[in-house]
């Protein structure tokens, strides 16, 4: 029997011991198990987004190359999409202010005209 | 690579512990002793490295555990210098010692009761695992981790500190020694 043939015979064997510990024994590495998994080392924000996109990569077969490109990508469409929310919300403001003016049937030139400021005073004189 | 989830990596630990154990065992010659060891290196593995890709665990755990291992030993060879010491100066044994108990120690260093009418399947294991016990450090280590955890060289190599060529003339040897033994004792594989 070569070297290979005889560590795998000696190692099967010691699997079928391993396999009969005692109850106690093995209640202990259960209970060892769980507290090592509570101190879990966290994943940090970007090691999340490396592991979707790795996720990702993996998924669909692609090269780290691809990998990256997609990661940039993502990073990209998340930026615009901020800049288009901001976007949005400034004109619905300027819409609002606009439904207001019409519900008050002044036209907007009326701000910008001086003697409208002097008619307003004169009239909450009298 | 992607990262280890926390599933991913209970699952390695659920499949490394006994093995673990038995190493620990084999090397501390003490359960208790070989509880602690695993417990420590599962938690320095969670703790320090949980975060990394799953293939990597194998060589990291076995890094870990074998510097527990040795930390142990170390603290046993301090604790047992001073015992002796204390011993020797006050040249007392200890009355509650039972001879029958440290014969049985002696034969049976992992510990264990054998009934007798055991299964022959079990005296050979138990053959096995004392050859495996009397193993060099370094041989036993190299044997476990290629035969047992069945990492490649260059794994072991890594976990080991060593070189890929060291791992493979301590593989073989120890292969040699083992299959000497324990053709010696009539156990055939």
Known sequence: MNEVVVGRRIAMRLSASARELDPVVVEHLRAARARALERQRPQGWLAVLATGVGALG??????????SAVMAGLILAVFFAGNQWVSDS?????LQVDAALLMDDLPIDAYLDPDFKTWLLQGSRS | MPLASRAELSSF????????FKQAVYALRNEEAALDAVQDAMLKLSASYGDRPCDEFPMLFQRILRNVIYDAMRR???RNTWVSLFS??????????????????????DGRDTPHGR??????LQVIEREIARL????????LMRYWEEMDIAETAAAMGCSEGSVKTHCSRATQTLAAALKARGVEL
Not at chain 1, 90 to 94: A, F, L, M, P, V
Not at chain 2, 119 to 124: D, F, I, P, S, Y
């Open chain 1, 58 to 67: 993996a998924g669909f077969a692609l090269t780290p190359a691809t990998r």
């Open chain 1, 90 to 94: 400034r004109q619905s403001e300027i």
């Open chain 2, 13 to 20: 630990l659920e499949d490394v512990e006994k093995r673990a």
């Open chain 2, 76 to 78: 046993r060879k301090v």
């Open chain 2, 88 to 109: 020797a100066l006050t040249g007392a044994d200890d009355p509650d010692a039972d001879p029958l108990e440290m014969l049985g120690a002696g034969t049976d260093p």
């Open chain 2, 119 to 124: 299964l022959e399947q079990a005296r050979t």
């Open chain 2, 136 to 143: 060099p450090a370094r041989q036993r280590e190299a044997f």
